[in-house]
């Protein structure tokens, strides 16, 4: 392989893409929650407010990022994903919110540590199956160390409850096992454990049974679907082809259900239309062609397994809100990246955008 060498420019087309969805996504963040804001805490301001503040920080990140020799950030990756297995052991340790320990509470800042282990398992993924002594081919190789640190990580996260961020980590793992090369048999073995897992839990426990049985039904007709899944088709419908303007959207009035973060895309639609929607996912898939066009144009395999990994990694999560959105997934509570309320999802979405970038200034 040749060695990469840093080259003038960077790929300022994604840099561009990236800066464009985060002010379209402020905007619609605004749009969404004003209402629910001046409600909750007296200030329409209060969310955009907040998440104008993890939008500095993001440029912060990415800014780090695009200077960083990847190579030694991921040489210690590997002791980043324990400490990150940590938090996700204290969270329970802190007081649930709706139900939920995902957060770790410092100071006035929260950190949902699962977003993190995310970005890091793609980075300590590359790193480890580009090591030319790993021989991916072997079954044991896959399950050792792999399948222990991965699937801690998810049995964690399964009790915080957080279905959606379990399926995310996963297909994010097995989509960079077979880009590096495993064989389709081994990560059908390395699958089935956690599949059993999930469907013991979901109908012999019970957990997430409701939203699963209502998933089905929803399939056939998302207006007999659970309440989350009919609002958001009640409201995708009334936007219509151009909308009802910014602002003006009627839903996000206490009828859907988290307007500005998990359904912040149906709550979009409404208010910008079918060819706002359109424009907006035209921004997402930008970004992503962008960035999987940095990845095939890397010359050696640790690149290319990383920048291919953040791709996925933000595919997968947009894929999975949208369509849970649309009522072709079941609701997992997920965000949809640069758009939704949280400065967790944005930072470390951020955070993938500043490695492509770093890697776009390599060439062979």
């Given amino acids: 392989m040749k060695k990469f060498q840093a080259k003038a420019r960077y790929d300022d087309r994604l840099l561009y893409g990236y800066l464009l969805t985060l002010v379209v996504g402020l905007v619609m963040l605004y749009s969404t929650s004003s209402i629910i804001a001046e409600s909750r805490f007296g200030s329409h301001l209060f969310f955009l407010r907040q998440q104008f503040i993890w939008a500095l920080l ?49 100071g006035p800042f929260t950190v949902q540590p699962s977003e993190l282990f995310k970005w890091l398992m793609v980075i300590y993924l590359a790193f480890s199956l580009s090591n030319p002594k790993r021989n991916i081919a072997d079954l044991k190789q896959i399950l050792f160390p792999y399948v222990l640190i991965i699937g801690l990580a998810l049995g964690l996260i399964l009790f915080e409850p957080d279905l959606g961020s379990c399926i995310v980590i996963l297909i994010s793992a097995l989509g960079i096992f077979f880009l590096a090369g495993a064989r389709l048999k081994h990560l059908l073995t390395a699958v089935i454990p956690p599949a059993v897992m999930a469907t013991f839990f979901v109908f012999v426990v019970g957990y997430k049974k409701d939203r699963i049985l209502d998933y089905f039904t929803a399939v056939i007709d998302p207006l007999r679907g659970s309440y989350q899944v009919r ?38 639609g409404e208010e910008i239309g079918l060819l706002g929607l359109v424009v907006v996912m035209g921004l997402l898939f930008f970004l992503l062609l962008r960035g999987w066009k940095i990845a095939v144009a890397q010359s050696d395999r640790f690149g290319f397994l990383l920048a291919a990994g953040m791709v996925w990694l933000l595919f997968v999560n947009i894929a999975i809100n949208i369509g849970v959105v649309t009522a072709l997934l079941p609701v997992t509570g997920l965000a949809l990246p640069f758009f939704s309320y949280g400065g967790s999802s944005l930072i ?17």
């Fill in 58 to 106: 993001s440029l912060v990140v990415v800014y780090v990022l695009w200077r960083l020799d990847l190579k030694k950030v991921a040489f210690f990756s590997a002791p980043a994903l324990l400490l990150v297995l940590v938090m996700l052991s204290l969270v329970y340790l802190m007081p649930a919110r709706n139900g939920s320990h995902r957060w770790l509470m410092v």
């Fill in 231 to 268: 609002q958001a088709a009640l409201t995708l419908g009334s936007g219509g082809l151009l909308g009802t303007g910014l602002g003006e959207g009627r839903q996000k009035l206490f009828f859907l259900p988290y307007p500005h973060t998990d359904f912040i895309f149906a709550a979009t």
């Fill in 348 to 364: 470390v979405s951020s955070a993938a955008i500043g490695v492509l970038l770093n890697l776009s200034r390599r060439s062979a």
